[in-house]
């Protein structure tokens, strides 16, 4: 079974600038989740999906990051304009929603903004 | 607010060493607590957890109990690999599927 897959794997910018990460869950699982991981720490939850619904997205930064999750599988996390701050690893996770706690994570999109 | 608070690191040990690395908790109520490693260049992989007090939580050597009056889950193995070298988090969630709250992670890393 294929794992979550995130694209792309390293991304370099410059400040100002807009980028995008893209995540595909695991096959069936309708719980999606974005995390930021800075260096150092762990990660912190940025957005979950239940489905098509984002039902959690209070640490998410309105003004500048932007996220969808169109039919309910893939999802983008869009970052507009990126700020130096934002340098950072962005992880996407999957679960089934009611079955087990276990989140399965991808691994990750390093983002490094100059 | 939820909060997991981790024993500070970097831990270094030799192969066969015993590792303990300590884990504690805040949270209302009875979360769900996880330990994740995390290998270099790689994502985060459940290593074990436990959904109750008193719960054992096992997987490739390593344990954790779920002590809800200490509210601890410190992770254990009896005799580490060099393989074993990687960051470990400690991680608790309030009911499935909502969001998992990480301590800061501790690296371990064994020398042959």
């Known amino acids: 079974e294929a794992g979550v897959v995130q694209s792309p794997r390293y991304k370099i910018i410059e400040k100002k600038q807009p980028v995008a990460f893209w995540c595909n869950p695991i096959s069936g699982h309708n719980t999606l989740y974005w995390y930021l991981q800075n260096l150092g720490q762990g990660p912190e939850l940025l957005i979950r999906y239940e489905n098509e619904e984002a039902v959690d997205d209070s640490q998410l930064p309105k003004d500048r990051f932007s996220a969808e999750r169109l039919k309910g599988v893939d999802s983008t996390l869009k970052i507009q304009p990126a700020e130096l701050g934002d340098s950072a690893v962005y992880l996407c996770a999957s679960s089934v929603a009611g079955a087990t706690d276990t989140q399965y994570f991808g691994p990750g999109t390093r983002l490094t903004v100059l | 607010g939820d909060s997991v608070t981790q024993m500070e690191g970097p831990v270094t040990l030799s192969e066969e060493a015993f590792l303990t690395i300590n884990c504690t908790y805040t949270?209302?109520?009875?979360?769900?607590l996880f330990w994740y490693v995390q290998y270099p260049g790689e994502g985060l992989q459940l290593l074990l957890k436990?959904?109750?007090?008193?719960d054992k939580g096992s997987n490739k050597g390593f344990e954790a109990t779920y002590r809800k009056e200490t509210t601890s889950f410190h992770l254990e193995k009896g005799s580490v690999q060099v393989s074993d070298s990687a960051v470990y988090f400690c991680?608790?969630?309030?009911?499935?599927?909502?969001?998992?709250?990480f301590g800061e992670g501790t690296q371990l890393t064994v020398n042959p």
């Open positions: 991680a608790l969630s309030r009911q499935s599927g909502s969001r998992l709250t």
């Open positions: 949270a209302t109520g009875y979360p769900s």
């Open positions: 436990a959904t109750k007090a008193d």
